[in-house]
């Protein structure tokens, strides 16, 4: 930098004061500043510049020619500042900014915390907004804007340009401990046509898993129940109330058994899903944090 731009950057504010008021007074007034001071540093700047850029006419002031040639390039100056300031605030607007992502019950107790806190390692001023539900729900609201991503069983719709699988997870048949499936290795699910059912409610991933599964088998069978909740289907089967097709539970209690199921088809893609429209930059660090370090988050 020459060194008269050097040192004419501080007195910058004063110059366009003037330009623009045409008068020290007023300058001053706008500037906050004592009148001898805009005086003072008009003159410094004249001299720095080795020519007057301002002149008396009686009571006001003009630019000069000079003047005239400098101060728009001043104004320019100013104005590229600011843009640099709001785009600065802008990004660091974004780095603290928040992810709001809606996720399917199941997937709350270890999923959604540990991405989460692997994330905030990075970027401890981002804030969440976080909201359970349905897979239907979970879309939903991903497809209206109210979440930036969300967490689901994903189906043949979620591709890579709009999806990330973290984990596939085989299904199992859950039949009461005196069941008589209960010692079976394995079933197919023809032989559950004519068995109860405890199923997750309309609009669950796993109700339109188990709908998928039920078809290919050509059976349609009885709905005892419906829950909203996987643990609260797993009891109703633990009470003797009918039998229902589930993600294994490790640890499960003795009032259940899990029975693998034959058919190949019988698993869940469990993944990220984001949408097509443009995502805030921190929700696209989440997502690149997602692919690139989530799978060795998920314990399975």
Same mark, same amino acid.
């Given at each position: 930098m020459r060194d008269e731009a050097q040192a004419l950057l501080p007195l910058i504010p004063t110059i366009l004061a003037v330009a623009d008021t045409e008068h020290i007074t007023e300058a001053s007034h706008v500037l906050g500043v004592p009148q001898p001071t805009v005086s003072r540093q008009m003159a410094r700047a004249s001299a720095i510049l080795g020519v007057d850029i301002v002149e008396r006419h009686g009571r006001g002031i003009s630019l000069?020619?000079?003047?005239?040639?400098?101060?728009?390039?001043?104004?320019?100056?100013?104005?590229?500042?600011?843009?640099?300031?709001?785009?600065?605030?802008?990004?660091?607007?974004?780095?603290?900014?928040?992810?709001?992502?809606?996720?399917?019950?199941?997937?709350?107790?270890?999923?959604?915390?540990?991405?989460?806190?692997?994330?905030?390692?990075?970027?401890?001023?981002?804030?969440?907004?976080?909201?359970?539900?349905?897979?239907?729900?979970?879309?939903?609201?991903?497809?209206?804007?109210?979440?930036?991503?969300?967490?689901?069983?994903?189906?043949?719709?979620?591709?890579?340009?709009?999806?990330?699988?973290?984990?596939?997870?085989?299904?199992?048949?859950?039949? %009461?401990?005196?069941?008589?499936?209960?010692?079976?290795?394995?079933?197919?699910?023809?032989?559950?046509?004519?068995?109860?059912?405890?199923?997750?409610?309309?609009?669950?991933?796993?109700?339109?898993?188990?709908?998928?599964?039920?078809?290919?088998?050509?059976?349609?069978?009885?709905?005892?129940?419906?829950?909203?909740?996987?643990?609260?289907?797993?009891?109703?089967?633990?009470?003797?109330?009918?039998?229902?097709?589930? %993600?294994?539970?490790?640890?499960?209690? %003795?009032?259940?058994?899990?029975?693998?199921?034959?058919?190949?088809?019988?698993?869940?893609?469990?993944?990220?899903?984001? %949408?097509?429209?443009?995502?805030?930059?921190?929700?696209?660090?989440?997502?690149?944090?997602?692919?690139?370090?989530?799978?060795?988050?998920?314990?399975?």
């Open positions: 000069t020619t000079a003047g005239r040639i400098l101060v728009p390039y001043l104004e320019r100056a100013v104005v590229d500042l600011e843009a640099g300031l709001d785009a600065m605030s802008e990004h660091d607007a974004r780095a603290r900014g928040r992810i709001s992502i809606s996720f399917q019950n199941t997937l709350g107790e270890d999923i959604v915390p540990a991405l989460i806190k692997k994330f905030r390692m990075d970027h401890p001023a981002v804030t969440f907004v976080l909201d359970q539900g349905a897979r239907a729900r979970c879309l939903d609201r991903l497809d209206d804007g109210s979440a930036d991503v969300a967490f689901v069983a994903l189906s043949t719709e979620h591709t890579e340009d709009n999806s990330f699988q973290l984990y596939e997870e085989r299904l199992v048949l859950v039949v %009461p401990a005196d069941h008589r499936l209960a010692r079976r290795r394995s079933v197919n699910l023809t032989d559950t046509a004519d068995e109860n059912y405890v199923a997750m409610g309309h609009g669950f991933g796993m109700r339109s898993i188990c709908e998928d599964l039920w078809a290919e088998a050509g059976i349609a069978p009885d709905i005892a129940f419906e829950g909203q909740d996987i643990h609260t289907v797993r009891g109703l089967v633990g009470a003797g109330l009918g039998i229902s097709i589930l %993600p294994r539970l490790r640890g499960h209690g %003795p009032e259940t058994v899990e029975v693998r199921i034959d058919d190949l088809s019988a698993r869940r893609r469990i993944g990220m899903v984001w %949408p097509a429209r443009q995502l805030a930059r921190q929700v696209q660090a989440f997502r690149t944090m997602v692919i690139r370090s989530g799978r060795s988050l998920v314990v399975r």
